[in-house]
């Protein structure tokens, strides 16, 4: 399932953002998924990619399962560990799920993998509130 945002302007994955990331999220057996690929736009040093932007993409990811769904949320908080460097040219996979849904708190998780050798290089866990 993947769902039109014409209108979305969100750094991350609005495709009406000039200066956006233009990730295009999906829904795969309950899991939201997308692929990425830094370049120098999103470089922090010595060619590895900016931490922002790995955080970034892991907010959008966890948000993403829960705006997939049909759910308006913004992140109430979030934790991240980064595990290693992401040298910029190297696709990642994202990954995000949902651990826990209560009245209008989720709890969510959200990863960033490497493709060509699959190791995780940012996990992260994050308090979404559902809006009503």
Same mark, same amino acid.
């Given at each position: &399932?993947? @769902?039109?945002? #014409? ?18 999220? /999906? %829904? ?14 999103? &470089? ?12 970034? @993409? %892991? ?6 399962? @829960?705006? @997939? ?7 109430? /908080?979030?934790?991240?560990?980064? /595990? ?24 969510? #998780?959200? %990863? ?16 979404? &509130?559902?809006?009503?």
């Amino acid at each position: &399932m993947e @769902l039109n945002q #014409e209108a979305n302007r969100c750094f991350v994955c609005g495709p009406g953002n000039p200066i956006g990331l233009n990730v295009r999220f /999906r %829904l795969e057996d309950d899991v939201c998924k997308a692929e990425f690929t830094p370049d120098e736009r999103h &470089m922090g040093y010595d060619d590895v990619t900016h931490g922002g932007i790995i955080f970034g @993409l %892991l907010d959008d990811v966890m948000a993403n399962w @829960l705006w @997939l769904q049909g759910l308006h949320s913004f992140t109430a /908080r979030a934790d991240i560990r980064y /595990r290693a460097a992401l040298p910029v040219g190297t696709p990642v996979s994202l990954e995000g799920r949902c651990v826990k849904c209560k009245a209008r708190l989720a709890q969510m #998780e959200g %990863l960033v993998i490497r493709q060509d050798v699959g190791d995780v290089v940012a996990r992260a866990s994050g308090s979404f &509130m559902i809006s009503v």
